[in-house]
């Protein structure tokens, strides 16, 4: 047992010869199996036209696997605050918490999630927000997700909900130090995505400790740590698991990512190459834990919430038991 919480991110994978269909229902018995492990939250992303990526659409998501758990907080990892209109966020999850109190949590990240031309279809232009515009628009998504509401010009306060009797726990998600930064001036949790960011994580979170001003919503620092995890019985097997996340990191560098192919293939793909990258913890349970451990040690993170890419969902559920365990 870690000596922190443990948490699930969940991109909804796309395996090679599966579906979308397939993709969500090896996201529900994720779910299911984080809920039944006790584990604190399970967390949905928001990628836009890849292959390899079903959630696109963390509301809709976020509603379907709270239906279908029972105690884990479920939420997302994040929504692309750019892509949306804050408004209408902040109505989605103002619903979400009214149909499951208590449960629901807002993460936000300010990065696009897409390509430039999926970002125009998205927001009907390709122009992003600058850093000015996205504190603003997070500043009124807050707003609105509060008893206070938004007063506007014209004498009309708007909410989000008429009559909510809770609200989501919002988080800001982010790889850099101005995301770190941000959270801790405005009295934010704060998750660092160490899955993909290419910063010291110990060096973030002191960075947004540093910033930290108590909030109506938080009168002390509050952060995560997300990195990738990939356990077996033996680290070759492990190691075997993980050849599908280096095929996809890979493939991310040249621009040809596919869906989640099988650890045969990788093998066969691999061969030959030395690919630095994929998964970050990979090997036996007890050394998962450890690295694990010793990210918590330096890190200082209140909080643990791990990712897997794997062919098989029975791979992810194993390593979420190996952990909890």
């Known amino acids: 047992m870690l000596c922190v919480p443990l948490s699930v991110l969940d991109l909804s994978p796309v395996r090679a010869g599966g579906t979308t269909s397939d993709a969500f229902t090896d996201t529900f018995a994720l779910a299911g199996a984080a809920d039944d492990l006790g584990l604190a939250r399970y967390w949905v992303a928001e990628h836009h036209n890849m292959p390899a990526v079903a959630a696109t659409t963390p509301p809709v998501v976020i509603a379907a696997v709270a239906a279908r758990t029972q105690r884990i907080r479920v939420g997302s990892g994040?929504?692309?605050?750019?892509?949306?209109?804050?408004?209408?966020?902040?109505?989605?999850?103002?619903?979400?918490?009214?149909?499951?109190?208590?449960?629901?949590?807002?993460?936000?990240?300010?990065?696009?999630?897409?390509?430039?031309?999926?970002?125009?279809?998205?927001?009907?232009?390709?122009?992003?927000?600058?850093h000015e515009e996205f504190d603003e628009h997070l500043r009124l998504l807050r707003a609105w997700l509060s008893p206070t509401g938004v007063r506007t010009g014209m004498g009309t306060t708007l909410t989000a909900t008429p009559a909510a009797s809770s609200y989501p726990e919002i988080w800001l998600l982010g790889s850099s130090d101005y995301s770190a930064r941000l959270a801790g001036r405005l009295g934010l949790r704060y998750c660092y995505a160490a899955h993909f960011g290419q910063l010291d994580p110990a060096g973030v979170l002191a960075l947004y400790r540093e910033a930290f001003v108590a909030s109506a919503e938080l009168d002390a620092p509050y952060a995560m740590v997300c990195t990738s995890v990939i356990t077996?019985?033996?680290?070759?097997?492990?190691?075997?698991?993980?050849?599908?996340?280096?095929?996809?990191?890979?493939?991310?560098?040249?621009?040809?990512?596919?869906?989640?192919?099988?650890?045969?293939?990788?093998?066969?793909?691999?061969?030959?190459?030395?690919?630095?990258?994929?998964?970050?913890?990979?090997?036996?349970?007890?050394?998962?834990?450890?690295?694990?451990?010793?990210?918590?040690?330096?890190?200082?993170?209140?909080?643990?919430?791990?990712?897997?890419?794997?062919y098989d969902v029975a791979t992810r559920i194993a390593t979420l038991c190996d952990l909890a365990g």
Not at 93 to 107: K, N, V
């Open 232 to 310: 077996a019985p033996t680290d070759a097997e492990a190691q075997y698991l993980a050849g599908p996340s280096r095929v996809m990191w890979a493939s991310l560098r040249t621009g040809r990512l596919g869906p989640v192919v099988s650890p045969e293939e990788a093998e066969r793909q691999l061969a030959g190459q030395d690919v630095v990258g994929g998964t970050k913890l990979v090997g036996t349970p007890d050394a998962v834990r450890a690295g694990l451990e010793a990210l918590v040690a330096d890190t200082g993170a209140a909080e643990l919430m791990v990712t897997s890419t794997a």
């Open 78 to 130: 994040g929504v692309m605050l750019p892509n949306h209109s804050p408004y209408v966020v902040a109505e989605q999850f103002a619903a979400l918490e009214a149909i499951h109190p208590g449960r629901i949590d807002l993460g936000i990240g300010r990065a696009p999630g897409a390509d430039q031309v999926t970002a125009w279809a998205l927001r009907r232009t390709q122009e992003g927000l600058g």
